[in-house]
């Protein structure tokens, strides 16, 4: 289970406090999980801090959660009318209901209907394959994650970075196949756990890969800067000035 090796080498690159959380679609329940009820958002943090999370329609406790992961229909009808007064006029993340469904009408749709469980792990423990490997990190990390990601193709990320943080953070990157870097929905940062410096970076798990093998040669990894003579002769730079580590 390469995932698993792969676990332990980035948290030690990047100096993560917590573990990267895999996350996987899976038609079957993990192992184990305590089966505790809550929203996704909490689960990003539990799993980080070495919980297994089984997400299902009957576990998830936010209804804009179950539907962002595909878990279950968009509200209609009645649920629909207050989920919107409650985004418009409760966390008054939008300014009226045209603007709210300009943000949901141009962002991805959620993967409805692909699986029973999004299970959330620490990486290192996961039984699954992950489809995202997503980390809780500060603004140099997810800098050293994106260049890493970068370092083969030179393909910038699209990323979306509109919408709830559940869409960013996991319905974007496994509809999109891109990685995401998500500053968080506003109301999500007032849970208990999070730091003003947090951010989430969601890579799927067929890019991490390229990753893992980018850490020996890029200097966002192990490599060290160096700066060719044919460079110093450009700027005139002393050769015996060397870039900091």
Not at 42 to 48: E, I, K, S, V
Not at 104 to 119: K, M, N, R, S, Y
Not at 179 to 203: A, F, Q, W
């Amino acid at each position: 289970m390469q995932w698993k090796d792969y676990a332990e080498q980035i948290r030690e690159i990047l100096g993560l406090k917590g573990n990267p959380v895999a996350i996987t679609y899976s038609m079957k329940p993990p192992s184990k999980s305590e089966g505790r009820k809550c929203r996704v958002c909490d689960a990003f943090l539990r799993a980080r801090d070495g919980e297994v999370v089984d997400l299902t329609a009957s576990t998830l406790t936010c209804p804009g959660g179950t539907w962002h992961l595909g878990l279950g229909e968009r509200p209609k009808g009645e649920a629909a009318k207050a989920f919107k007064e409650f985004l418009v006029n409760g966390e008054k993340l939008y300014c009226s209901i045209a603007a709210l469904h300009r943000s949901q009408v141009l962002t991805t749709e959620p993967p409805f209907g692909l699986a029973d469980h999004v299970i959330l792990s620490p990486m290192g423990e996961a039984d699954f394959r992950p489809d995202i490997v997503l980390f809780i990190c500060n603004a140099e990390q997810a800098c050293r994650l994106v260049t890493l990601d970068n370092y083969d193709t030179g393909i910038p990320p699209k990323t979306e970075m509109a919408g709830s943080t559940c869409h960013q953070a996991v319905a974007y990157p496994l509809v999109s196949g891109e990685l995401n870097v998500s500053l968080m929905d506003y109301t999500s940062r007032h849970i208990h756990g999070y730091k003003p410096e947090d951010l989430l970076v969601s890579i799927p798990y067929h890019r991490f890969h390229g990753v893992m093998r980018s850490i020996e040669h890029c200097t966002a990894g192990r490599a060290k800067m160096e700066m060719p003579e044919s460079f110093r002769r450009l700027i005139n730079v002393d050769a015996s000035l060397d870039f900091e580590d």
